[in-house]
């Protein structure tokens, strides 16, 4: 009988109870050795966003970075700008930068969500203001 036939046989003898044990064992492992730990940032309850925020603050990781980037302010201009730890802002940036599809995919859905409800995400043009542009000297 091989290794693996052993084990199986004595799964099958563990009551359902135990096998459940194993299996919350097994789950908790997966969960700390795949998740680093943060010491700025937090998971909220929300629907669908699975980013995660800054603790004690109503601020994503994703908005520090992207006021960075926009902004073209280093780090230490966004911990001054947003009144937080300078090591917040680098903790965000590492977020950030590792978990981008997810950081994609959320952009998608709030996009989404706000064409549904007929918000205009691109700026209006002059024409439509009733503005004329002034003719080029």
């Known amino acids: ?6 084990l199986l ?5 563990l009551t359902p109870l135990k096998q459940q044990e194993v299996l919350d064992f097994i789950d908790s492992l997966g969960l700390q050795s795949s998740q680093p730990e943060w010491q700025y940032l937090e998971k909220r ?5 699975k980013q995660l925020y800054l603790k004690g603050r109503r601020l994503k990781a994703f908005d520090l ?6 902004n073209e302010m280093t780090p230490e201009e966004v911990a001054e700008n947003w ?9 965000s940036i590492r977020y950030c930068e590792t978990h981008q599809d997810l950081l994609k995919q959320e952009a998608l859905i709030e996009r989404r969500y706000l064409e ?3 918000i205009a995400l691109e700026p209006k ?3 439509n203001l009733g503005l004329k542009p002034r003719p080029l000297a």
Do not use: F
């Open 83 to 91: 009144n937080v730890p300078l090591e917040a802002v680098k903790e």
């Open 116 to 118: 549904q409800r007929g």
């Open 65 to 70: 970075w992207a006021n960075m980037i926009t």
């Open 45 to 49: 309850s929300h629907p669908w966003r």
């Open 125 to 127: 043009i002059t024409e």
């Open 1 to 6: 009988m091989n290794t693996e036939q052993l």
């Open 9 to 13: 046989n004595k799964w099958r003898n």
